[in-house]
Structure formats: C-alpha cells, structure tokens
C-alpha cells in the first residue's frame, strides 16, 4: 500500500539546526495535505507544520519564523528545515500525509511514519 519513511533526527545543541525529511511509498496517486507533529516527553502529539498540495503552509505559534516546510511533489517528499533549536523543541516527530493510492480501486487514507527522535540539549 503507502508507507511513510522519515529521517534526519539526531541530537543538537540549543541554536543549532536538524533538516527532516519524510518520502511516501507506494502505488499513490496524488498527495493533498501533509504535515509534521512531534511528541514531547510526556506529552501529546501536537502539529508543528503543514502543507497543502498548492503550498499552503500553516506553523504552530511556538515554531513560527524558526521552521520552515516544503515539500517536493515529483518526489511524494516533505521536509522540515529546523533552525535556532530550542531544549523545548525535543520529542518524536511524526511525518503525517493524506494520501490518494490505487489498490484495485482508490482509496483515500491518512498515513502516519515511525517518527524520529529530535533531542536538542547542551
């Protein structure tokens, strides 16, 4: 079917910057939205950004003018450019994506990858 498959995780010091990158797989057909979470430590998953198909972006107020998503059509990729890290940006960070597949017929879904560790800490 689909599968998601983020990487680019990793622990960085506070002010640095971490690129994250997310590729859906599979017999897709189009891409509407797709997005970034993450999962603080002892927390709920919560939105960091989002993309629609036409580049549409919205950003969580606590990461506005220090993130940036894009995304590259051609190759069913999103990515999220972290910069000026802080400690409170630490958590899992899942790629999300609402996708369109042919499996016989279409069929419509909302995918979710593995999610990857970010750790900003000195």
């Known amino acids: 079917q689909v599968q998601l498959v983020e990487s680019g995780g990793g622990l960085v010091q506070p002010g640095g910057s971490l690129r994250l990158s997310c590729a859906a797989s599979g017999s897709i057909f189009s891409i509407y939205a797709m997005g970034w979470y993450r999962q603080p430590p002892g927390k709920e998953r919560e939105l960091v950004a989002s993309?629609?198909?036409?580049?549409?972006?919205n950003y969580a107020d606590s990461v506005k003018g220090r993130f940036t998503i894009s995304r590259d059509n051609a190759k069913n990729s999103v990515f999220l450019q972290m910069n000026s890290l802080k400690p409170e940006d630490t958590g899992v960070y899942y790629c999300n994506a609402q996708i369109k597949y042919f499996s016989g017929s279409y069929y419509s879904g909302d995918y979710w990858g593995q999610g990857t560790q970010v750790t900003v800490s000195s």
């Open positions: 993309i629609t198909s036409d580049n549409s972006t």
